[in-house]
């Protein structure tokens, strides 16, 4: 895999985000869950997506919007899961953004060394399998 | 600063509403946690945004909806927080209002001797950073 | 490439839209134009994307528009063009199917053998190079 | 006014985009139109905002679109506007991208050396009045 990247930059070109979604889509495979993988750039902007053979097709919005909330927030969903809880001090938080957030687990901010340069989101499996596939691709990087 | 209201009018001019940006900046940049500031006129109208360098993108429709929705009761939302819990008389009021309402703490009304003007919100913090950093800003006035 | 296409059934595998994708962003890369590429399957629904370094961000839609518009009228979008105009049979169908319609060339049906499989579309060039990569994804089936 | 960005990054700070602001702001004081000024990062998120005494409510959401579209195409929207003619080639794109674009004169892509950080919208005069205030934005830079 040829990864263009200029890392003075830090930006996610789109060989880097195709890896991403492969190694994500490889833990898929070895997990047998079919799964939509999503991936966008620093600014929330789609640059890659896959939609594996058999994967629901609600997986597609799902995943596109937990990439969306991992990057809005700069923090995984499964992390901000617990802090939507009710009682829990971001209660209620998933009625912003216009329909965009999701807080269930599977999306991850993506980063080259310590920048954040994107997001990766995950749906088709339980939210724990959504998690565990997200961070392969995570690991990608 | 300019301050080019017309007190006789008690309206919230451009020059007032960045008074108060700016003071809720300062006091953001002293905690050290930035936040997206949204100032909105007294018919729930933009007037005045700014997004510090670092906050979550999240913030910015949080921070709007926080104002609108310390206008739209002329209540902060950290009071209007206690009234909708379950249970409480407001239970459930954010689901009104077209998806613009949010119960956080970070929104209050802005006033002009007694007259309401308008409303600030902030988001990037906790409810009690955002709260604070948004009287911050009433308090330019 | 593997291409796990079962051809009795004629579907279009995600081994297959990546095919598509990869083949229509060669021919990108040899005319020097950034593009995004989506293939659809034949219900209309996301398989796969890609956003070239560089494409305009308006070319994410743009490029879904037009494989969506391809495979809802199994018509290349460059043919459905000439219907589209004023005085032509088909003058207004871009107002029909929620704004997901764009009667831009660079958007054509998929084909396994004598049966359409999906669409992909392209955006990012002039019309005419947005279908000349469309076509070269079309010729790696 | 500080510029606290860092050159090497070529990033659009609050403190750049609040110069950018003023700056347009200055210029529509002098042609005595009272405008709504937006500007976007690069990611096509909002940095900063400012609508001046007496402007339409209306200019509000549309310089938001003229930024959107100017990033979005990193193209001027006058410039753009040209292209969205009957018979040009790209008639009918303001349908696309959901409702966010506009192709009336009024929003430039902003940068910062030779690369595109941002985009500033400005609405609320004739659209050559609007593409002069932004122009006025562009040259705080």
Do not use: C
């Amino acid at each position: 895999m040829a990864t263009s990247v200029n890392r003075a930059e830090a930006q996610l070109t789109l060989d880097l985000a195709l890896a991403v979604v492969e190694a994500a889509r490889q833990r898929a495979d070895e997990i047998g869950v079919p799964m939509s993988i999503t991936v966008l750039d620093k600014g929330d902007i789609l640059v890659a997506f896959a939609r594996m053979d058999g994967a629901w097709f609600g997986s597609i919005d799902i995943a596109q919007n937990k990439a969306y909330t991992a990057r809005t927030f700069d923090m995984a969903t499964k992390d901000l899961a617990l802090l939507a809880q009710p009682g829990a001090p971001l209660y209620g938080i998933e009625a912003s953004n216009l329909g965009r957030l999701i807080v269930v687990a599977g999306g991850i901010p993506l980063k080259l060394g310590d920048r954040i340069v994107g997001a990766i989101g995950v749906s088709g499996g339980s939210a724990e399998e959504d998690h565990d596939v997200a961070q392969a691709g995570v690991a990608a990087l």
